[in-house]
């Protein structure tokens, strides 16, 4: 657990500054968080496995690219995962049609154990977890395993993305998850792939409906 100490070192000798305008205090000032512009509406995204779609903005924005790889990458800034958080509870707050919290759980997209301790947390899991409190509806965790490492997905094309993830994912304590209604919860959309193995296999072991929450969602490359 090298990499948590060192975010730990990181978080308490680095002052705190937002990565948009320098601003100390905070990684996001609320002046910047005000520049988002936040979707307002819900348009349903249906995939083979995968039932509905919510996410706050576009990847493209420049701004919320640099504050996810802030997050996921050097300096792995753990702490972003409130101020991304609070993007998506602004959308959310924003639609007329919310996503079905009513008896759901969340599950985030896991990592596997390599990944895991090169990080030093899982980027889904600390969204999901304030996702949690502020939907109220209960984290499961232990259900959706991912077994061995792939190839980086962003190397990949769309085709070579769905191939490598092939059996990738498995299921255990299928129970908890029975005929539930899954909030899943991932970073970022980009092609699809991780959301729609990831239903697909909650969905063979016996979930009722999936919908995938990411914070932002790529634009499909043609
Ligand atoms: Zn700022």
């Known amino acids: ?14 002052p705190k500054f937002c990565l948009n305008c320098k601003r100390e205090g905070s990684f996001l000032c609320e002046d910047c968080a005000a520049l988002f512009e936040i979707s307002g509406f819900h348009k349903v995204l249906k995939t083979k496995h995968l039932d509905d779609l919510y996410f706050a903005l576009e990847y493209k924005n420049p701004l919320i690219k640099k504050l ?4 996921k990458y050097e300096p792995f800034i753990k702490e972003l995962s409130k101020p991304l958080s609070s993007l998506l ?3 959310l707050q924003l639609l007329d049609i919310p996503p079905p919290i009513h008896e759901s759980i969340i599950i985030p997209i896991p990592l596997e154990k390599k990944r895991l301790k090169w990080r030093g947390f899982n ?9 949690s409190s502020f939907l109220s509806v209960p984290i499961v965790k232990n259900v959706l395993i991912k077994k061995h490492s792939t190839v980086a997905q962003t190397k990949l094309s769309g085709n070579k993305r769905r191939e490598n993830l092939l059996g990738v994912f498995t299921c255990q ?3 908890k998850i ?33 919908t995938g929450i990411v914070i932002a969602k790529a634009k499909p490359k043609r």
């Open 89 to 91: 509870f602004a959308h």
């Open 1 to 14: 657990m090298k990499k948590n100490f060192k975010n730990f070192l990181y978080e308490l000798f680095f």
């Open 123 to 131: 980027q889904a899991e600390e969204l999901a977890v304030e996702l």
């Open 178 to 210: 029975k005929n539930k209604k899954i909030l899943l919860i991932d970073d970022i959309y980009t092609t699809g792939s991780t959301l729609e193995a990831t239903a697909k296999v909650l969905k063979n072991s016996g979930a009722k409906e999936i």
């Open 173 to 175: 304590n299928k129970l």
């Open 68 to 71: 996810i790889q802030n997050y």
